[in-house]
């Protein structure tokens, strides 16, 4: 017995220090190092225990009271040295108590050690890019510690509130340069032929966000407006030239000045940096100072890469630098406030983008990117709240998920709703100036903002952040309101809900506008709570063709059911005019009506009815709605005889749009572009003819000659539709142009297109090609199969492959991996029958260790059983629906 079986530290140790010297050998694939770590005890203890991976080889640890900067005692006696595995501690246990020490006093503990650089992601690790042109293969080593795997690379205290200065140096090979946190106080040439590079000390950070790099890369460089602080871009030299990192210096500049004064604190450190990593397992990581990314979401080529990865590129540098101050500056105490990173990131990131580029709508965006998605996963039984206890590394890392970030994002936006911008940010601004360098919990950041305002943030705000879900306001025709718990699921059993001490009821801050008064009224008395079974809107009198919306702009996080006779007035106003809604709470309607069906609180005639206009609509946020809420009938019904109707109705409503934006995609607004993909790609889906003879046509262009010119926006279609119709041959060209190509969008492109093939032999291929870092990078192993299972023959294959190579996965990956996690939901969630069900309870009752996929494992079981009493309940209805609407 001892304090390691606490998965947490004990809080009676308090690091303050790392000195930490790293040397990446890119040579034997293997590095060592040193890391003296200064703390203090606040009680007696003969224990001191620190986190290191088991594949962290310790060579040498010595203890040492330190009173000022001299040694007064060397070699404070080890007894005994051990790991306890369960928690990844490494345990020293002394010969005499460590005791509360003096002023100017600390103990160090000093651990020699080694370790890979290879076959893993995370951690400090090599990566390797190949030279256009010339063919060579280079290496650099980059890192990723975040949430728990600093201690796979290093011994150190792996647990976010415990803020610590770094004091770093790397060796390395002279021809290399060095990155880290902080900027280079000296370079040392040793005599061995080795160069050392010094960084000076940091300010005190958790240390999850220590990054360190080695390479070859070369920079770009700005000045921020305020301090003048270098704002760098570094990547290999061949994209530098290519102008690949222009796009992300310029957004970096004009975001990183918009958030210094906005967040009303000036950045922290000396320098900021982005560097892209070749081989890289997350979308980005915010260490402080050292920004790494995914190639893909850091690179732009105006030739090469789509509108789509523009906006990616600009959200994604927009949100690793809101965290440049939410997540580094002040940090959640415990994984449990995620959110306090994320969920901060993800909504600030908008506001970030919203300057750099200021023609993108991109605040109506935040519907279809984060809210629409996100009400969807959080109407699930097994959904969980915001804020959620989690312990083991498995658990920590499953809660970076859609919650954290998107409803996080998403419950903020709100709250800005209902403060208003001034009171929000100035409570905001309050909450950064008083847990600067230090930690927080949502119970903090509620005081921080309250103490400017009249109304309770906490009983406001506790309800959506402490309880998981959100609720369905249900509206009479006389403007009464109530309220339930949405789930997606009908037959849901309740009594494996969660307990919430709100009793799944939320505090709605209601608007609305009517039919006869466009103007929004927000109903500021009619917070709904449990203690209220029901609200009166003031609606006043309403004719039969009258309506009223609420959730203007989908602000709130509800969804809105009205009455039969109302959403069959909304549905003959959509045919008869839609534009007097306007494009974002048409895609409200959608997204709600769409959703609401399947939970069986409309019919789906009043939920497609909603779609019978869709002939005459235009606007991206509404098509997009569309896709994402119709995709769960499309993905049920494609493999029963009602099929063909359903392809052919709605053939019908997209191809109007399809016509207009056509494929020319040089012209058109940013967002005309990204619709233009879109409506293309349904058309693609329900087989207009059309769509099919110019997709194929291109790729067949494409396929005879690598230089003709494919639209980057439009490109991924020709692929994917392209290969579905032609042979191993032009397979074969794809993927010797894929294993050639080294811009990263285009890549990904390719892959795409490969993994739609419906050819068995070619498909077994690919599967295999999976093991093959050559042909599929670690980073891209989970995308490669998740791809290859979206078609019809590819899901069966790769359902397959995954159950006989399932051990081989946990190995190389671990199974506390959020990817592999998430691998097996993602492709048997839409599975519909007892059989296919019968398949996936027997695999998890094989291999019943989850680890980070524990939730992802019950939720699926869960839409598969939905998913097979939706199957019995709705194919007759629609039918129906869609023979009378086809005239059948």
């Not at 080694?114 to 890019?129: A, F």
């Not at 590079?197 to 070369?218: D, H, I, N, Q, R």
């Not at 709130?556 to 059911?561: L, Q």
Request: negative net charge; proline residues 4%; glycine residues 6%.
């Amino acid at each position: 017995t001892g304090p390691w079986q606490n998965y947490r530290l004990p809080e009676y140790i308090t690091p303050s220090h790392y000195r930490l010297t790293l040397h990446p050998n890119m040579t034997t694939d293997t590095y060592t190092g040193t890391n003296a770590m200064t703390f203090t005890v606040s009680q007696p203890t003969k224990y001191v225990l620190v986190h290191a991976d088991a594949q962290v080889a310790i060579h040498k640890v010595t203890l040492e009271h330190v009173v000022g900067g001299a040694t007064t005692y060397h070699g404070l006696k080890i007894v005994r040295e051990f790991r306890y595995p369960e928690f990844e501690y490494y345990v020293v246990e002394t010969d005499t108590m460590l005791t509360v020490l003096g002023d100017n006093e600390n103990y160090v503990l000093t651990m020699e050690f080694s370790s890979s650089l290879v076959l893993r992601i995370v951690g400090l690790y090599k990566s390797t890019y190949t030279v256009p042109g010339t063919g060579e293969e280079k290496a650099m080593v980059g890192s990723d510690m975040e949430p728990t795997d600093a201690r796979k690379a290093y011994p150190c205290f792996d647990e976010p509130a415990f803020k610590i200065r770094f004091t770093t140096t790397l060796v390395h090979e002279a021809h290399h340069n060095a990155l880290s946190n902080m900027d280079v106080d000296k370079v040392v040439d040793r005599s061995d032929g080795l160069t050392e590079t010094l960084f000076k000390e940091s300010v005190p950070m958790s240390t999850y966000l220590g990054c360190f790099a080695v390479s070859e890369f070369v920079s770009l460089e700005e000045k921020s407006a305020k301090n003048g602080i270098p704002l760098r871009v570094f990547v290999p030299p061949h994209q530098k030239d290519a102008g690949q990192a222009n796009y992300a210096l310029d957004v970096m500049k004009i975001v990183f000045d918009f958030f210094e004064e906005y967040f009303g604190m000036d950045y922290a450190l000396p320098k900021c940096d982005m560097i892209s990593i070749p081989n890289f397992g997350t979308g980005a990581m915010e260490n402080w100072g050292l920004i790494t990314y995914r190639e893909t979401n850091l690179l732009w080529d105006d030739r090469e890469s789509s509108t789509a990865n523009k906006q990616r590129v600009a959200a994604v540098i927009a949100h690793e630098l809101v965290h440049q101050w939410f997540g580094n500056v002040v940090t959640m105490k415990w994984w449990d406030n995620l959110w306090l990173n994320e969920g901060f990131a993800s909504y600030f990131e908008y506001l970030g983008q919203q300057v750099a580029e200021p023609t993108w709508q991109i605040m109506d965006q935040f519907l279809i990117q984060d809210i629409q998605p996100v009400l969807s996963f959080d109407s699930r039984i097994n959904s969980h709240p915001i804020v959620v206890n989690v312990s083991t590394p498995g658990q920590i890392t499953s809660v970076f998920d859609t919650i954290s970030y998107s409803k996080g994002a998403s419950i903020l936006r709100y709250m800005r709703e209902i403060l208003g911008e001034e009171a929000f940010m100035g409570g905001i601004r309050n909450y950064l100036r008083k847990h600067e360098y230090a930690n927080a919990d949502h119970h903090e950041l509620w005081r921080d903002v309250h103490t400017s305002l009249t109304i309770n943030i906490a009983d406001t705000m506790n309800p959506w952040v402490e309880q998981m879900g959100y609720p369905v306001l249900s509206v009479a025709n006389d403007g009464t309101v109530t309220q339930d718990h949405f789930l997606i699921d009908p037959n849901a059993d309740l009594s494996g809900r969660e307990p919430s001490a709100f009793n799944y009821k939320w505090n709605v801050d209601l608007a609305y506008y009517t039919s006869n008064d466009p103007t929004i009224t927000k109903a500021a008395t009619s917070k709904l709570y449990n203690v209220f079974p029901a609200k009166q809107l003031a609606i006043g009198t309403l004719n039969p063709n009258d309506y009223f919306k609420l959730n203007p702009g989908q602000q709130g996080y509800y969804r809105v059911n009205y009455e039969v006779s109302m959403w069959n007035t909304i549905s003959q106003q959509l045919l008869n005019d839609h534009t007097v809604f306007n494009e974002t709470d048409r895609s409200n309607l959608m997204d709600d009506a769409l959703t609401l069906a399947p939970a069986k609180k409309i019919t789906y005639p009043q939920a497609l009815n909603m779609t019978r206009y869709l002939d005459n609509e235009r606007g991206y946020l509404v098509w997009d709605a569309f896709s994402s809420g119709s995709s769960y009938i499309r993905i049920m019904l494609e493999s029963t005889l009602i099929y063909p109707d359903f392809q052919a109705y709605y053939r019908n409503k997209v191809k109007p749009a399809a016509d207009e934006l056509g494929w020319n995609a040089s012209v058109g607004t940013h967002v005309e572009k990204l619709n233009r993909a879109l409506c293309l790609g349904l058309a693609l889906r329900y087989g207009d003819v059309d769509a099919l003879a110019n997709a194929t046509d291109f790729f067949s262009q494409w396929i005879a000659d690598s230089s003709y010119y494919l639209y980057p926006d439009t490109r991924q279609l020709v692929y994917r539709y392209g290969i579905a119709d032609t042979g191993v041959a032009e397979w074969e060209t794809m993927l010797q142009r894929y294993l050639v190509e080294s811009v990263a969008t285009e890549r990904t492109n390719l892959m795409r297109g490969l993994t739609s093939t419906e050819d068995v032999t070619l498909i077994s291929r690919m599967l295999e090609y999976s093991k093959n870092e050559s042909i599929v990078r670690t980073q891209d192993f989970f995308n490669w199969i998740t791809y290859i299972s979206y078609s019809t023959t590819g899901n069966r294959m790769a359902w397959a492959w995954v159950q006989l190579n399932w051990e081989y996965m946990v190995a190389r990956f671990g199974i506390n991996d959020r990817n592999l996690g998430r691998l097996v939901p993602n492709i048997v969630s839409d599975y519909n029958t007892d059989v296919q069900l019968w398949e996936v309870e027997s695999f998890f009752a094989r291999y019943p260790e989850s680890g980070a996929g524990a939730s992802g494992r019950i939720s699926a079981v869960n839409e598969i059983n939905t998913n097979i009493q939706w199957m019995k309940e709705n194919q007759a209805v629609i039918a129906d629906w869609l023979a009378t609407e086809l005239g059948n």
